[in-house]
Protein backbone atom coordinates (compact mmCIF):
# COMPACT_ATOMS: atom_id res chain seq x y z
CA UNK A 1 0.00 0.00 0.00
CA UNK A 2 1.25 3.63 -0.89
CA UNK A 3 1.83 6.10 2.14
CA UNK A 4 -0.72 8.45 1.68
CA UNK A 5 0.92 11.27 3.16
CA UNK A 6 4.38 10.93 1.06
CA UNK A 7 1.98 11.83 -1.93
CA UNK A 8 0.55 15.25 -0.36
CA UNK A 9 3.88 16.18 1.85
CA UNK A 10 5.13 15.58 -1.93
CA UNK A 11 2.64 18.44 -3.60
CA UNK A 12 3.48 20.89 -0.37
CA UNK A 13 7.53 20.98 -1.15
CA UNK A 14 6.25 20.87 -5.10
CA UNK A 15 8.34 17.69 -5.56
CA UNK A 16 6.93 17.11 -8.76
CA UNK A 17 9.07 14.24 -9.91
CA UNK A 18 7.66 12.67 -6.72
CA UNK A 19 4.42 13.28 -6.67
CA UNK A 20 4.41 11.86 -10.15
CA UNK A 21 6.04 8.47 -9.29
CA UNK A 22 3.85 8.48 -6.28
CA UNK A 23 0.74 9.15 -8.08
CA UNK A 24 1.28 6.41 -10.95
CA UNK A 25 2.52 3.80 -7.97
CA UNK A 26 -1.50 4.65 -6.18
CA UNK A 27 -2.82 4.20 -9.49
CA UNK A 28 -0.83 0.85 -10.37
CA UNK A 29 -2.13 -0.53 -6.95
CA UNK A 30 -5.59 0.43 -7.83
CA UNK A 31 -6.19 3.37 -5.94
CA UNK A 32 -9.47 5.72 -7.12
CA UNK A 33 -8.71 8.87 -9.25
CA UNK A 34 -11.47 10.52 -7.34
CA UNK A 35 -9.77 9.28 -3.91
CA UNK A 36 -6.24 10.38 -5.09
CA UNK A 37 -7.91 13.87 -6.29
CA UNK A 38 -9.58 14.43 -3.02
CA UNK A 39 -6.23 13.95 -1.33
CA UNK A 40 -4.43 16.18 -3.39
CA UNK A 41 -7.15 18.84 -3.50
CA UNK A 42 -7.52 18.86 0.11
CA UNK A 43 -3.68 19.32 0.80
CA UNK A 44 -3.92 22.66 -1.92
CA UNK A 45 -7.34 23.56 0.54
CA UNK A 46 -5.25 23.11 3.88
CA UNK A 47 -2.43 25.38 2.51
CA UNK A 48 -4.51 28.00 1.70
CA UNK A 49 -6.76 28.00 4.81
CA UNK A 50 -3.18 27.65 7.00
CA UNK A 51 -1.70 30.75 4.86
CA UNK A 52 1.11 28.44 4.63
CA UNK A 53 1.95 28.54 0.90
CA UNK A 54 5.31 26.94 1.18
CA UNK A 55 7.32 26.72 -2.21
CA UNK A 56 4.80 28.64 -3.95
CA UNK A 57 2.81 31.94 -4.39
CA UNK A 58 -0.73 32.08 -2.89
CA UNK A 59 -1.82 32.93 -6.43
CA UNK A 60 -0.25 29.40 -7.74
CA UNK A 61 -1.80 27.96 -4.63
CA UNK A 62 -5.28 29.22 -5.80
CA UNK A 63 -4.19 28.49 -9.50
CA UNK A 64 -3.82 25.13 -8.14
CA UNK A 65 -7.35 24.94 -6.79
CA UNK A 66 -8.74 26.31 -10.32
CA UNK A 67 -7.29 23.23 -11.82
CA UNK A 68 -8.13 20.65 -9.42
CA UNK A 69 -11.86 21.93 -9.57
CA UNK A 70 -11.83 22.20 -13.38
CA UNK A 71 -10.79 18.92 -14.18
CA UNK A 72 -13.04 16.87 -11.95
CA UNK A 73 -15.83 18.91 -13.91
CA UNK A 74 -14.42 18.07 -17.13
CA UNK A 75 -13.81 14.55 -16.27
CA UNK A 76 -17.52 14.42 -15.04
CA UNK A 77 -18.45 15.77 -18.35
CA UNK A 78 -16.67 13.31 -20.38
CA UNK A 79 -14.11 15.43 -21.87
CA UNK A 80 -11.00 13.32 -20.33
CA UNK A 81 -10.71 10.47 -17.89
CA UNK A 82 -10.09 12.03 -14.43
CA UNK A 83 -6.67 9.53 -14.05
CA UNK A 84 -5.50 11.31 -17.18
CA UNK A 85 -6.29 14.82 -16.27
CA UNK A 86 -4.90 14.65 -12.66
CA UNK A 87 -1.95 13.60 -14.08
CA UNK A 88 -1.59 16.86 -16.09
CA UNK A 89 -2.21 18.41 -12.96
CA UNK A 90 0.47 16.44 -11.19
CA UNK A 91 3.17 17.00 -13.92
CA UNK A 92 2.47 21.00 -13.97
CA UNK A 93 2.82 21.38 -10.34
Known amino acids: KYDTFALVDALGR ?7 V ?13 ALHGMLFW ?3 TMLLN ?3 GPYKEEE ?6 CH ?3 LHDSRRGM ?9 VVLGV
Open 61 to 66: LYDLAD
Open 69 to 71: ITV
Open 80 to 88: HELETGVEV
Open 51 to 53: SFF
Open 43 to 45: KVK
Open 22 to 34: LYRRAIDKGEAPE
Open 14 to 20: RDRKNLW
